[in-house]
């Protein structure tokens, strides 16, 4: 899944690009990469954390007031001057409906994913990948601002930092806590199973997540404690980093959209265990669904292949086009060209 590399820089008028993310690395690499391909410099990254979904409702929509006070200080950062802003996330979309109701047309707003019932003009223009789209929706319609889309197959995202050489070793990326595949050890049976099945032949590293339930990362620590397998924390940004440089192939758990996009970004072969399905038509689901259809990646059957399979993705270089052209035309009629 190769993004593009015939990226015209932006240089039209004197403007200033910043992210505004969820305090969540997907959300932040996601606008890093889409700067990335459209040729702009990100000036810095503000952050306003998400919901944590653990939390009883009550405290949940009390958490939405501190987004409210972070949407009158960013409203403020931005009052004068001319922006570029990249946003993501659920928890920026009060900061962009205020930036934009101050500012209008002196700021432009791409943003990245689908903000989910919400009725109020946020962005300029939205960039959003295909398993957003729900049945029986007219999606064209969904916002009734109408903003500009442009659809991409799957989330766009740098690749992960393997080594241009080929590697020989397979990198299993553990998910885990989600509400569409099985999390419990029980549900990581046969996967694991397979695991068994190759140890003989290739070199393996398992690298936890953060997000991998402490139940499930004991037993497979305990399960492969006594092999050569290669057992790496979470914390462990060294370990991870060493173990992409020498990755051949990866596999990675369904339950993380961005760690597959990732893996599938490196050109290197991807494999996704065939978790229990706990619930079906979810973003996710259809997310792995897709990627499997357009032979991103296979599901992982107890065979490993290295070679590598370049796919031309010109669903993205559709959409740097498209939101080069965006930007380029706002920026020569609202920003001050002196």
Known sequence: MQKSTNVCPITAGSFRTFAISTKKNGHVTQCMAVADLVGVK???????????????????????????VQ?????WKFRKGE?????????????????????????????IGSPKKWTTNCADLMLRPQHERELGVDEEKRYPWCPKQVWVNSPICNPLPVSKEEGCEVVILLGGLNITYGDEIADYSDFLNRLDT?????????????????????AIKKRFAPTNVKLIEATDR???????ESAG???????????????????????????????????????????????YAKYFDGNINFARSDIE???????RQVMTGYITSWSKEYVNQS
Not at 201 to 213: G, N
Request: glycine share 4%; aromatic share 8%; hydrophobic share 45%.
């Open 71 to 75: 949407a009158i200080k960013m409203a």
């Open 249 to 295: 192939a990866f596999i990675v758990t369904p339950d993380s959209i961005t760690m597959v996009v990732e893996a599938c970004a490196t050109g290197k072969p991807v494999y996704i265990p065939d978790l229990p399905v706990r619930r079906v038509e979810t973003r996710n689901h259809r997310f792995i669904d897709m990627t499997i259809a357009k032979k």
């Open 313 to 319: 993705r010109k669903d993205i270089e559709n959409a």
């Open 238 to 244: 060294q370990g991870f980093l060493n173990a992409c």
């Open 198 to 218: 190759i140890l003989a032949q290739h070199s393996l590293s398992i690298i936890f997540s953060r997000r991998t339930k402490k139940s499930v990362e004991n």
């Open 42 to 68: 990100i000036e810095a990254v503000l952050q306003i954390r998400g919901l944590n979904k653990a939390l009883p409702e009550w405290q949940r929509e009390l958490e939405k007031l501190y987004w409210i």
């Open 83 to 111: 922006y570029l802003i990249l946003a993501s996330g659920r928890s920026v979309l009060p900061a962009c409906r205020l930036i934009k109701f101050l500012r209008g047309n002196e700021v432009f707003i791409l943003f």
